[in-house]
């Protein structure tokens, strides 16, 4: 089956202390990221701080990466919003960027549409690229969920939106996807770290990853491992990442993997407000999992 990877991380971007990217520290990280454990990235997610960018710095950013890590490894571009066209335009104008090979769409957030607007949304979304798409489904974020039955539906009318971050935190929702949609042709990645080896027990392919910018090669060999049907090994690697895991989520993403890449001397930059440091308890917590981490390996 082709995928885009098995580990594909949801990158931090690199502020400046006045809010702007530092495209040079950004570069930098995706390539470190590549060259440990990661098969691809993705770029303007999330845990990249997204919502706090401007769309000419999404744009020059996944220029910028492409133009320095393409051939090494997949990139997803983050272009979803909660306006439809604004989404669907926003996606003409990155596939027209060579290199990019898929787009992550988040559902609607904060307007809570229906099953029948989340089909519409992506539906114009599809309808406005060739490029694969990755549905998002993270409701803690959102506010409201896409049903399997709805990304069912949105397959087989649009193959190319051909995968979802199934990040709601119940596994019967990734159980049910499968079920509806059995073939290769659609893939099923966990959105959370946490959740990642009971995922690909159901059928999931890989992770979009927050945990692998400090555990990248072992989140991929856990995979491997279950791949192979070493099922003893990737359990203990599971057990291993439970800490770090753990303290990734301490408190809102991307505060603590942001503070804990500085920490193991990636140039992460400031944050954006409204995320701003970790509070004191919250830093003793990473700083305790990193180093458990790092006497472990």
């Given at each position: 089956m082709k995928t885009f990877g098995r580990v594909l991380t949801a990158m931090i971007t690199s502020f400046n202390e006045d809010g702007s990217v530092n495209f040079e520290n950004t570069v930098a990280i995706a390539k470190h990221l590549l060259a440990n454990g990661s098969d691809g990235l993705v770029v303007c997610g999330t845990t990249g701080e997204n919502p706090t960018m401007s769309k000419a710095?999404?744009?020059?950013?996944?220029k910028e990466i492409v133009a320095a890590c393409g051939d090494q490894g997949t990139i997803i571009a983050g272009v979803g919003s909660n306006d439809t066209k604004a989404t669907a335009e926003f996606a003409k104008e990155v596939s027209e960027i060579s290199g990019i090979d898929g787009l992550l769409v988040v559902v609607p957030y904060y307007n809570k549409p229906n099953q029948k607007g989340q089909y519409l949304h992506f539906k114009?979304?599809?309808e406005s690229t060739t490029l694969p798409i990755m549905v998002y489904n993270?409701?803690?974020?959102?506010?409201?969920?896409?049903?399997?039955?709805?990304?069912?539906?949105?397959?087989?009318?649009?193959?190319?939106?051909?995968?979802?971050?199934e990040a709601s935190g119940n596994l019967a929702i990734g159980t049910e996807i499968k079920k509806l949609l059995p073939n290769d042709d659609f893939m099923l990645?966990?959105?959370?770290?946490?959740?990642?080896?009971?995922?690909?027990?159901?059928?999931?392919?890989?992770?979009?990853?927050?945990?692998a910018h400090i555990?990248?090669?072992?989140?991929?060999?856990?995979?491997?491992?279950?791949?192979?049907?070493?099922?003893?090994?990737?359990?203990k690697i599971n057990?291993?990442?439970?800490?770090?895991?753990?303290?990734?989520?301490?408190t809102t993403n991307p505060i603590p993997v942001k503070y804990a890449s500085r920490q193991i001397g990636l140039p992460a930059g400031a944050f954006n407000l409204p995320m701003c440091?970790?509070?004191?308890e919250e830093a003793v917590a990473i700083d305790n999992a990193l180093a458990e981490f790092k006497n472990n390996k």
């Open positions: 710095d999404k744009i020059q950013l996944f114009t979304v599809a993270v409701p803690s974020r959102v506010g409201t969920a896409i049903s399997p039955a709805t990304i069912a539906k949105l397959h087989h009318e649009f193959p190319h939106i051909n995968a979802v971050k990645y966990s959105g959370d770290d946490g959740l990642t080896l009971p995922l690909l027990s159901v059928g999931g392919v890989g992770v979009i990853s927050v945990v555990a990248g090669t072992e989140m991929n060999n856990m995979i491997q491992a279950f791949e192979q049907g070493d099922l003893s090994t990737a359990m057990r291993d990442l439970f800490d770090i895991t753990k303290a990734m989520f301490v440091e970790p509070n004191d």
